[in-house]
């Protein structure tokens, strides 16, 4: 989405606070993402350990 309009043109068409939320919504995926693979990963070694 950020490619094809910068944060400017989203502040002017949008409004700030709309802006804000879709930056911030974009950053926290990333995280989010990250967060499901830790968790993903830490149950698998939990698993092997049971056997």
Same mark, same amino acid.
């Given at each position: 989405m950020f490619e094809?309009?910068?944060f400017i043109q989203l502040i002017s068409?949008?409004?700030f606070? %709309?802006?804000i939320?879709?930056?911030l919504l974009h950053?926290?995926?990333k995280r989010i993402?990250?967060?499901e693979r830790a968790v993903s990963e830490m149950a698998? %070694?939990?698993e092997n350990k049971k056997d």
């Open positions: 094809n309009l910068t068409n949008l409004g606070p %709309i802006a939320s879709v930056y950053r926290f995926e993402r990250e967060l698998k %070694i939990m």
